[in-house]
Each structure stands twice: as C-alpha cells, then as structure tokens.
C-alpha cells in the first residue's frame, strides 16, 4: 500500500480546497449545488500527504464528465 487513495468531495469546503490546490474550476462555488443534489459526484486522487494530483468528475449516470489534472 503507497497511500494513495481516491477521496469523494461532499461539502462545498472540500470543493473549494480542491479547487484552490489544483487551480481548476472545482472551487468557487461551480459544483456545489450539482454535488448536493447528488446529480455529480466529484473524486480527488490524493497521494500519502493527502495532496490531490487528479480530479474525476462523474455525472449521474456514472460518465466521466471531466479528468481535471492536477499537479
């Protein structure tokens, strides 16, 4: 095990973090009423110091929206 692990983003904070670290459009409030409402479901692939490095973005039907790269 390397530690790596992929993580679901629930609240608007998390979104907001993962935005900011990633510089994307994860954050600023872009995602956060469609991950409420569980139409997408957003996941951050983040290495063994918890740093995210890729975020899937994942629509209802279980489509990858957007591979957001990270770092």
Excluded at 13 to 42: F, Q
Excluded at 45 to 53: E, K, S, T
């Amino acid at each position: 095990d390397s530690g790596w692990r992929m993580v679901k983003l629930l609240t608007p904070k998390a979104l907001d973090r993962e935005g900011s670290l990633c510089a994307h459009c994860v954050g600023r409030g872009g995602y956060d009423r469609s991950v409420a409402a569980g139409t997408r479901m957003v996941f951050s692939l983040r290495d063994a110091d918890n740093n995210p490095h890729v975020t899937l973005d994942v629509v209802k039907d279980g489509a990858v929206s957007n591979l957001l790269q990270a770092r």
